[in-house]
């Protein structure tokens, strides 16, 4: 039973780690209708970044929230690369595929090749059914609901969150409103990095990443993000959740080596059930 605590536990965490980045691949395809490949780079940028500033005598916490602050300005460079050449959307996804080979060859000539991490949330851990749990991984999970949360907020009740939806739903229209559509599209891909970069830094303590850390963290993200049609957010942490749960599940039981492939697994289930049911809403319509 206490092992069982300890998976999900574990599995929870990173589940709201791949929600942080299938919120991101949501937020930037709903405006752009672009799919962010380098979505991965911003945990592996928020990460470092944070390493090289502790390095240097920073205080945690503002290395922490620089590194955040890094990560949604190197979103808002890859958006202005992706979106404003005016590029099919194909074109824009190889784009952000090339961004994410290249973050991969800046980081390993800037931070090497060897696994880097740095000390987390400080404190005894806590005594949770039966087992310990390291402080970090509740911070991971609190901070990350807050995040979700503030995000939830500023996109339903604030005007900038509003115009991201009106270009989310008809661009055209968007911009007969006076609407920027450039500029909202931009602040998704700022957006999409500090999401990222939240994910770095809180996952960093727990597990040492490294150059190209990001591939496995794009993959599972997108597939989260699959889960909600790229489109929907809630969705999108469900399916963070389920992913997360699933691989810890599966390395504690059975092999870590396969807990890869049963997530990828799990997402072709939800595809078929998703399909399923749109076919199933359609017909009644």
Request: with cysteine.
């Amino acid at each position: 039973m206490s092992a069982l605590v300890q998976y999900l536990i574990t599995g929870i965490s990173q589940g709201f780690l791949l929600a942080l980045l299938a919120t991101g691949f949501v937020v930037i395809y709903r405006v752009t209708k672009v799919v962010n490949f380098a979505q991965g780079a911003f945990v592996v940028f928020g990460g470092f970044i944070t390493y090289s500033l502790l390095g240097a005598g920073v205080p945690q916490g503002v290395s922490e929230v620089l590194a955040v602050l890094a990560s949604a300005a190197i979103g808002l460079v890859f958006g202005a690369v992706t979106i404003l050449g005016k590029m099919t959307p194909t074109a824009s996804l190889i784009t952000t595929i090339g961004l994410a080979i290249l973050s991969e060859a800046v980081a390993m000539l800037v931070w090497g090749t060897v696994p880097l991490t740095f000390s987390g949330l400080s404190g005894h851990d806590l005594h949770i059914a039966g087992i310990f749990v390291q402080p970090q991984y509740l911070l991971l999970i609190g901070a990350s609901i807050v995040v979700l949360l503030v995000l939830w907020l500023v996109l339903e009740r604030t005007y900038v969150g509003k115009g991201m939806t009106a270009c989310a739903s008809n661009p055209y229209a968007a911009r007969l409103s006076g609407i920027n559509v450039k500029a909202m599209g931009l602040l998704s891909f700022a957006i999409g990095g500090a999401l990222g970069g939240v994910g770095g830094v809180l996952i960093t303590p727990l597990f040492p990443i490294t150059y190209d850390s990001d591939v496995n963290l794009a993959i599972l993200g997108f597939a989260a993000a699959i889960v909600g049609w790229l489109t929907n957010p809630g969705l999108a942490l469900a399916g963070g959740l389920a992913f997360g749960v699933s691989e810890e599940l599966v390395a504690g039981y059975w092999s870590d080596a396969n807990q890869t492939a049963v997530a990828l697994a799990l997402m072709i289930v939800l595809l078929l059930w998703q399909s399923h049911r749109r076919q199933q809403v359609e017909k009644l319509v």
